[in-house]
Each structure stands twice: as structure tokens, then as C-alpha cells.
């Protein structure tokens, strides 16, 4: 549904986005995934033709539909939803109004135009508070009035640039209620977040970005297959560990002590949990505490790029 | 008290309003600027005077009349242009000269004689233009003493220090405007000048509109949607024309309903006008709107790009008592045409002809402050 090839943008000197190439079919969610600055704000510009690539080339729709996206295809344009980070609605404007005015970007008028406007409404659940303004409406409200604007033209394909930044958790449900809503309408949805739980939660496919490259593209269970390490192992211990000695153990990844407490991942919990305690046992540290949590996007990240996510 | 707060705080500010370097130029630039506008228009002692253009008419052409004549074409305070009496009442009607001076036919014969002998005196006719009717004292001044020195030389040396004789001829004050029936309305002038500069003002929202539309991610958004470049700037341009518009015919309905202001010109000749000046004004916007970065320091620039050129075309001071140079240069400057096209289609009563300047030069400057919006225009979205 829509599918990017070999895009690259440079400013000046610096090379933003380099040989990215993603796709995202109906009835799919596929998250977008990088710290700031690996050049995803760019690569959403190029999705949505607001930016034009250097090299590469965007596609929107399949078979016979399909249709480059350039700055000249409203056809293309038209297929598209584009959700930016920004609460970009008119906060003076009615929320019917906001959406009347977006319909009409996009050709609706009408009848149509007005069905639409409370089909859309009625999806974020703003129905009620049509003919208030946003200027009243809380962040939440705002952000899904923000999501509804690029609904209303019902596009096949709709970009998310981390909707739900300041969102409290009452409404960043109600948010993936809505994406999950569109996802099973048949709609291919493509979300930029750095919140991995929402990644987690929300997509079939992830693609991770750094310095503008796709470092990794596949199912979340794809990508932790990846890791040396699919479980974490977190215990309260006594003095400090010899990490280095302790990360040449087998089974055990990337030991870390920040004061009593020691994180390590392992390969295989039923046989590394006990060797780790007989380990430590037999160095003399006490162990006051154990828990054990599978690996995430945020291991995931870590080990494909020696970063956080939030660096 | 906490010092290390009190300075940290003191220290802050000025960090951040230091750093801001346009904001800065700004408060340094305004007041250099505009005190060198007001000292070029008041000048200093040593500078020579601004001549004053005025028309002279000779309906009597005696003697006496040409030695007067000559003496005001020898005056180095006026320009003179000279010819037909109606000619010249009409150069003063369009504001071309100050004032048109009409010497009487037997002005030779009678001026004379009123001052030897009393009886009838002549009546010399003063046509000026009452917008800037200070130039009217220093028109009758000089005239006084020109008549009066020629009327001494031909009377042998009689008139000088003439204190017991009184004037012997009067001065009619007609003021150029419409109609002869209808005083000059000083409002007619104000409400140009003002309605051009606060309409002015409005386009610089259109423009900042845009800026913090792109900040707000609204231009992403519009961007993204299937619209043409021109579709979105031409959306802007409608837009702001038909706000300049209804604002300049609210402005104007309270000049007619309140202040009796009057459109004595050609109608046609104001709205045309008012369209072009409409136009300009959010080709204006558009220009600040490519050319700015942050609103709040393009609108402080923009505010002050204004001020310039509504204090160039004659909205707060006349722009007769400007240095010649200057008057030269802000026939360049869109509200003197604007602020002199509505006082012709206003208060001077003048016919669409006269329109046909100012709505051509409204319209020039229009397109080319389109043509620079668009060419500098940054259609790329801040870099990330």
C-alpha cells in the first residue's frame, strides 16, 4: 500500500536519510523506530510529499492503483493521512469546522463532506463536542481532534508522527483503540514513536532507524530472535560484581551494576538464573532479591546500535 | 537576598535578549532610523530651505504684474510653474504645487491706485491645497512682500515701509477641493493616511499567520494535502485582499457616516483603488511571510518596514516640508500612492483618470512583492 525505495535527503553536507526503503501494507501497522535525530521526522516528510527525496522513490497503492508520490500527484496526496506531531488544528475553529475545512482539502464538500466530518467525529469520540472549539478541549481531546483531521478524507494509508506526545494514558488508550479500529478497516498505518511499549502494543512490523538508516526491519518476534538475549535477569546484590568476568559466563549478555542492583541478559532463563546464583554464591555476594522480565524493542535498539533509544 | 538567583535571573535576560539579534538590530535600527527621517524633514540651520512648488497665473499681464511675477520666480523659496489661470487652479487641485496664485486682470491699474488713493483693491486668488495648508502663510507672506516691493518701484519708492497705507489689493483663499460649496474636510486626509498604515498592519497578520502556521505544524498539514503551491499562496492572497477590503470599507463608512468624509472623485476611481491597495496589502503579508523566520521578530520587523513607508508617503507629515531627495524617493513607496490615490478620488473631487496612476503603481508593486514571495518562499520543512 505504501512503499518507499532507496530514499535519501542531505541539508547541506549532512546526510539525513541514506538508501531507506520501507513498506507498509493494508491492514497493517508498522512502526517507524529511532532516537532523535535518526532522521524520522525526514523520511515521514518524504512519505507525506512534503519534502522532496534526493534519490529514491515513494509508491502509494497496489496493482493498478499504484501511483508515485511526487509534489504533482494529488492523486497520490490523496490517498494519504498525515497525523504530525504538532496539534495542527485550528484552535479558534470549531471542531466540525476544523474537519469541514480539512474534508475540503481534499475535494469533499457536501453531503459527503458532512457525513464524513461525523463519521470521523465519531471514531475519536468527539461526536458530542462537534461545535466547540479546540481552545476548550483538553490535550487528549486536541490530539484526537488532530487524528480525526487526517481521517475525514478516509485515506487508504495514514502517518503518524508521535501522536500521542504529552497524551495522558486515558486518552493514549483511546488513541490505540482508534488506530487498532483502522487497522482492522484495512488501512496501512505507519507510526513514528520512541515509546517502545507503544511499538510493542500496537505493531506488526517495526523498522529501526539510525543516522538515517534502517538498522533493522521485521515482526517483533523476528527482531527478538536477534537478540543474544531474549530474557532479563535483575537481582539485588551484595558489593561490586566483576562484570567482565561475569559477561564471559555462557548464557549470560551484557552485565550491568548500577549500585545493588545487577541486570543481565540471558539466553535461556531455566539454565542461566541458577548458574548466575551459584556464580555469584560462590564469589561471596549475597543475593537479596531476583526477578527476571523478557527482553523489549528497548534491548532490541541497544543491541543493534549500542544505544538507547532515548539517547 | 538570594544574589546568586538575582543574578542569574538579571544575567538570563540578558542573554536572551542579546542573543535574539534581530530583535536587537530592531531597537537599535527604529529609532536611528526614524530620528534620521525627522531630521532630514525639519533639516538643520545649515541646510538649504525646501523650495516650495507653486503655479503662477497672469491674467493682467501689466507691468506691474510681470515685475511681480518675476520676483516670485526670483524667490528662491518657490518653485514656479507658470501659464493659463485654469491650468494652474488645476495643478493645485491634484496637488502638484501648494498653492496656484492668480494675479487679477487690472491688477497694474487698480493696486496702484488703491494704495494711493483708497477705493476698490484688486482681489488676488490664492488656490491651495488645504491638506497641507501650512505652506498657505509662507505663500501669502512672500506674496505680500513681492506685490508690495514691485508696487514701490513703479510708484517711485511710495510703498516701502508703507505704515500708514493699508494692502492695496486682498488675497482670496480658495481651497482646492471638489466643490467650491464644500469646505475641505482635514478628515478626508487622516482617514487615507490611517486606514492605509493600520490596513497595512493587518497584512503583516497575514503574513505571521503563515509563520505560525509552519510552527504549529498547520502548514504540514496543508502541505500534505493534494493543493498547488499557487492554490496555497493565491488562498492567502483572496484572503488578505477581501479582509484589506472589508476593513477599508468599514473604515470608510464611519469617514462618511460620522466625519462626512466624501468621495467627490470618481467612484470607480476609489474602488479601484481600494482593490489594488487591498491587493497589495496581502502581497505585503505574503512578502513577510517568505522572508521572515520566527513571528514575533518578523512582525516587530514588519511593523517597522510599515511605519517607514507610511511615514514616507505623507500619512504623518505632509510630504511637501519633506527634503527634495526625499520627496524624490517616496514616489517609490506604495502608500504615497495609496494615501495620494484616495485623497484624489476623496477630497479633491478628481476624476477616474487620476486613479489610473495610483492603481497601476498599487498593482506594480503588488505583483512584485508576489513575485519576491514566491521566489524566496521556503517550501521545505524545517530540517530535522
Same mark, same amino acid.
Given at each position: 500500500?505504501?512503499?518507499?525505495?532507496?530514499?535519501?535527503?542531505?541539508?547541506?553536507?549532512?546526510?539525513?536519510?541514506?538508501?531507506?526503503?520501507?513498506?507498509?501494507?493494508?491492514?497493517?501497522?508498522?512502526?517507524?523506530?529511532?532516537?532523535?535525530?535518526?532522521?524520522?521526522?525526514?523520511?515521514?516528510?518524504?512519505?507525506?510529499?512534503?519534502?522532496?527525496?534526493?534519490?529514491?522513490?515513494?509508491?502509494?497503492?497496489?496493482?493498478?492503483?499504484?501511483?508515485?508520490?511526487?509534489?504533482?500527484?494529488?492523486?497520490?496526496?490523496?490517498?494519504?493521512?498525515?497525523?504530525?506531531?504538532?496539534?495542527?488544528?485550528?484552535?479558534?475553529?470549531?471542531?466540525?469546522?476544523?474537519?469541514?475545512?480539512?474534508?475540503?482539502?481534499?475535494?469533499?464538500?457536501?453531503?459527503?463532506?458532512?457525513?464524513?466530518?461525523?463519521?470521523?467525529?465519531?471514531?475519536?469520540?468527539?461526536?458530542?463536542?462537534?461545535?466547540?472549539?479546540?481552545?476548550?478541549?483538553?490535550?487528549?481531546?486536541?490530539?484526537?481532534?488532530?487524528?480525526?483531521?487526517?481521517?475525514?478524507?478516509?485515506?487508504?494509508?495514514?502517518?503518524?508522527?508521535?501522536?500521542?506526545?504529552?497524551?495522558?494514558?486515558?486518552?493514549?488508550?483511546?488513541?490505540?483503540?482508534?488506530?487498532?479500529?483502522?487497522?482492522?478497516?484495512?488501512?496501512?498505518?505507519?507510526?513514528?514513536?520512541?515509546?517502545?511499549?507503544?511499538?510493542?502494543?500496537?505493531?506488526?512490523?517495526?523498522?529501526?532507524?539510525?543516522?538515517?538508516?534502517?538498522?533493522?526491519?521485521?515482526?517483533?518476534?523476528?527482531?527478538?530472535?536477534?537478540?543474544?538475549?531474549?530474557?532479563?535477569?535483575?537481582?539485588?546484590?551484595?558489593?561490586?560484581?566483576?562484570?567482565?568476568?561475569?559477561?564471559?559466563?555462557?548464557?549470560?549478555?551484557?552485565?550491568?551494576?548500577?549500585?545493588?542492583?545487577?541486570?543481565?541478559?540471558?539466553?535461556?532463563?531455566?539454565?542461566?538464573?541458577?548458574?548466575?546464583?551459584?556464580?555469584?554464591?560462590?564469589?561471596?555476594?549475597?543475593?537479596?532479591?531476583?526477578?527476571?522480565?523478557?527482553?523489549?524493542?528497548?534491548?532490541?535498539?541497544?543491541?543493534?546500535?549500542?544505544?538507547?533509544?532515548?539517547? | 537576598?538570594?544574589?546568586?538567583?538575582?543574578?542569574?535571573?538579571?544575567?538570563?535576560?540578558?542573554?536572551?535578549?542579546?542573543?535574539?539579534?534581530?530583535?536587537?538590530?530592531?531597537?537599535?535600527?527604529?529609532?536611528?532610523?526614524?530620528?534620521?527621517?525627522?531630521?532630514?524633514?525639519?533639516?538643520?540651520?545649515?541646510?538649504?530651505?525646501?523650495?516650495?512648488?507653486?503655479?503662477?497665473?497672469?491674467?493682467?499681464?501689466?507691468?506691474?504684474?510681470?515685475?511681480?511675477?518675476?520676483?516670485?520666480?526670483?524667490?528662491?523659496?518657490?518653485?514656479?510653474?507658470?501659464?493659463?489661470?485654469?491650468?494652474?487652479?488645476?495643478?493645485?487641485?491634484?496637488?502638484?504645487?501648494?498653492?496656484?496664485?492668480?494675479?487679477?486682470?487690472?491688477?497694474?491699474?487698480?493696486?496702484?491706485?488703491?494704495?494711493?488713493?483708497?477705493?476698490?483693491?484688486?482681489?488676488?486668488?490664492?488656490?491651495?491645497?488645504?491638506?497641507?495648508?501650512?505652506?498657505?502663510?509662507?505663500?501669502?507672506?512672500?506674496?505680500?512682500?513681492?506685490?508690495?516691493?514691485?508696487?514701490?518701484?513703479?510708484?517711485?519708492?511710495?510703498?516701502?515701509?508703507?505704515?500708514?497705507?493699508?494692502?492695496?489689493?486682498?488675497?482670496?483663499?480658495?481651497?482646492?477641493?471638489?466643490?467650491?460649496?464644500?469646505?475641505?474636510?482635514?478628515?478626508?486626509? $487622516?482617514? @487615507? &493616511?490611517?486606514?492605509?498604515?493600520? #490596513?497595512? +498592519?493587518?497584512?503583516?497578520?497575514?503574513?505571521? /499567520?503563515? %509563520?505560525? *502556521?509552519?510552527?504549529?505544524?498547520?502548514?504540514?498539514?496543508?502541505?500534505?494535502?493534494?493543493?498547488?503551491?499557487?492554490?496555497?499562496?493565491?488562498?492567502?492572497?483572496?484572503?488578505?485582499?477581501?479582509?484589506?477590503?472589508?476593513?477599508?470599507?468599514?473604515?470608510?463608512?464611519?469617514?462618511?457616516?460620522?466625519?462626512?468624509?466624501?468621495?467627490?472623485? $470618481?467612484? @470607480? &476611481?476609489?474602488?479601484?483603488?481600494? #482593490?489594488? +491597495?487591498?491587493?497589495?496589502?496581502?502581497?505585503? /503579508?505574503? %512578502?513577510? *511571510?517568505?522572508?521572515?523566520?520566527?513571528?514575533?521578530?518578523?512582525?516587530?520587523?514588519?511593523?517597522?518596514?510599515?511605519?517607514?513607508?507610511?511615514?514616507?508617503?505623507?500619512?504623518?507629515?505632509?510630504?511637501?516640508?519633506?527634503?527634495?531627495?526625499?520627496?524624490?524617493?517616496?514616489?517609490?513607496?506604495?502608500?504615497?500612492?495609496?494615501?495620494?490615490?484616495?485623497? @484624489?478620488?476623496?477630497?479633491?473631487?478628481?476624476?477616474?483618470?487620476?486613479?489610473?496612476?495610483?492603481?497601476?503603481?498599487? %498593482?506594480?508593486?503588488?505583483?512584485?512583492?508576489?513575485?519576491?514571495?514566491?521566489?524566496?518562499?521556503?517550501?521545505?520543512?524545517?530540517?530535522?
Amino acid at each position: 500500500m505504501l512503499e518507499a525505495q532507496g530514499l535519501g535527503k542531505s541539508y547541506g553536507n549532512r546526510q539525513v536519510v541514506a538508501g531507506l526503503s520501507l513498506s507498509v501494507a493494508a491492514g497493517e501497522i508498522v512502526g517507524l523506530l529511532g532516537p532523535n535525530g535518526a532522521g524520522k521526522s525526514t523520511t515521514v516528510a518524504m512519505l507525506c510529499g512534503l519534502v522532496a527525496a534526493d534519490q529514491g522513490r515513494v509508491f502509494v497503492g497496489d496493482g493498478t492503483r499504484r501511483l508515485e508520490l511526487t509534489e504533482d500527484t494529488p492523486g497520490a496526496k490523496r490517498r494519504i493521512g498525515v497525523v504530525p506531531q504538532e496539534l495542527s488544528i485550528y484552535e479558534n475553529l470549531g471542531a466540525a469546522a476544523n474537519l469541514m475545512l480539512f474534508g475540503a482539502l481534499y475535494g469533499l464538500a457536501g453531503a459527503l463532506l458532512r457525513e464524513r466530518v461525523e463519521a470521523a467525529l465519531q471514531l475519536v469520540g468527539l461526536a458530542d463536542r462537534a461545535g466547540d472549539k479546540p481552545q476548550l478541549f483538553s490535550g487528549g481531546m486536541k490530539r484526537r481532534l488532530n487524528i480525526a483531521a487526517a481521517l475525514v478524507h478516509d485515506p487508504d494509508i495514514l502517518i503518524f508522527d508521535e501522536p500521542t506526545v504529552g497524551v495522558d494514558p486515558q486518552s493514549r488508550n483511546a488513541i490505540f483503540d482508534n488506530l487498532e479500529l483502522l487497522k482492522d478497516r484495512g488501512k496501512a498505518l505507519l507510526y513514528t514513536t520512541h515509546y517502545m511499549e507503544e511499538a510493542e502494543r500496537l505493531c506488526d512490523r517495526v523498522v529501526i532507524m539510525d543516522h538515517g538508516q534502517v538498522v533493522a526491519s521485521d515482526t517483533l518476534q523476528g527482531l527478538y530472535k536477534r537478540l543474544p538475549a531474549v530474557a532479563t535477569l535483575e537481582l539485588e546484590v551484595d558489593g561490586a560484581v566483576d562484570l567482565a568476568a561475569l559477561g564471559k559466563e555462557p548464557g549470560i549478555t551484557r552485565p550491568t551494576q548500577d549500585g545493588a542492583r545487577l541486570h543481565a541478559g540471558v539466553a535461556d532463563l531455566g539454565q542461566a538464573a541458577p548458574a548466575l546464583l551459584s556464580w555469584l554464591a560462590a564469589r561471596g555476594h549475597a543475593v537479596h532479591r531476583i526477578s527476571s522480565g523478557r527482553a523489549d524493542l528497548e534491548d532490541i535498539f541497544l543491541s543493534l546500535t549500542g544505544r538507547q533509544l532515548r539517547d | 537576598m538570594n544574589f546568586t538567583a538575582f543574578r542569574a535571573l538579571v544575567r538570563k535576560d540578558l542573554i536572551l535578549y542579546f542573543s535574539n539579534r534581530r530583535a536587537l538590530i530592531m531597537s537599535i535600527a527604529a529609532p536611528i532610523v526614524i530620528a534620521a527621517f525627522f531630521g532630514a524633514i525639519f533639516g538643520s540651520p545649515g541646510d538649504k530651505p525646501t523650495r516650495i512648488p507653486i503655479a503662477l497665473a497672469d491674467r493682467d499681464a501689466s507691468v506691474l504684474s510681470q515685475a511681480i511675477g518675476a520676483a516670485i520666480k526670483a524667490d528662491p523659496a518657490f518653485e514656479v510653474t507658470s501659464g493659463e489661470e485654469a491650468a494652474m487652479v488645476e495643478l493645485a487641485r491634484h496637488g502638484k504645487v501648494r498653492a496656484a496664485i492668480v494675479l487679477p486682470a487690472g491688477l497694474g491699474a487698480e493696486a496702484p491706485r488703491a494704495l494711493m488713493l483708497g477705493g476698490a483693491k484688486p482681489v488676488v486668488a490664492v488656490h491651495y491645497d488645504p491638506s497641507q495648508a501650512a505652506a498657505m502663510t509662507l505663500v501669502r507672506g512672500l506674496l505680500t512682500q513681492h506685490v508690495m516691493k514691485a508696487l514701490g518701484d513703479s510708484v517711485g519708492g511710495g510703498a516701502r515701509g508703507a505704515g500708514s497705507f493699508s494692502l492695496p489689493f486682498t488675497t482670496e483663499a480658495v481651497e482646492s477641493t471638489a466643490r467650491r460649496d464644500a469646505p475641505y474636510n482635514s478628515y478626508s486626509h $487622516s482617514f @487615507a &493616511g490611517m486606514g492605509v498604515q493600520f #490596513i497595512l +498592519f493587518m497584512g503583516i497578520e497575514v503574513g505571521v /499567520g503563515v %509563520l505560525l *502556521a509552519r510552527r504549529l505544524g498547520l502548514w504540514k498539514r496543508l502541505r500534505a494535502a493534494p493543493l498547488s503551491r499557487s492554490l496555497l499562496l493565491g488562498s492567502h492572497i483572496v484572503s488578505g485582499a477581501i479582509t484589506a477590503l472589508i476593513l477599508l470599507a468599514i473604515i470608510y463608512a464611519a469617514a462618511i457616516g460620522i466625519f462626512h468624509v466624501r468621495v467627490d472623485g $470618481s467612484v @470607480a &476611481g476609489f474602488i479601484g483603488i481600494a #482593490i489594488a +491597495f487591498a491587493l497589495l496589502t496581502s502581497s505585503f /503579508g505574503l %512578502l513577510i *511571510a517568505a522572508i521572515g523566520k520566527t513571528p514575533e521578530a518578523t512582525r516587530g520587523l514588519a511593523i517597522f518596514a510599515t511605519l517607514v513607508m507610511v511615514m514616507l508617503g505623507g500619512a504623518w507629515v505632509p510630504s511637501f516640508i519633506f527634503p527634495p531627495w526625499l520627496q524624490t524617493a517616496s514616489l517609490v513607496v506604495p502608500t504615497r500612492w495609496a494615501v495620494d490615490g484616495l485623497d @484624489a478620488m476623496t477630497w479633491r473631487g478628481l476624476g477616474f483618470e487620476a486613479a489610473v496612476m495610483p492603481i497601476v503603481m498599487l %498593482l506594480a508593486f503588488s505583483v512584485l512583492f508576489a513575485a519576491v514571495a514566491i521566489w524566496r518562499f521556503d517550501w521545505e520543512e524545517p530540517r530535522s
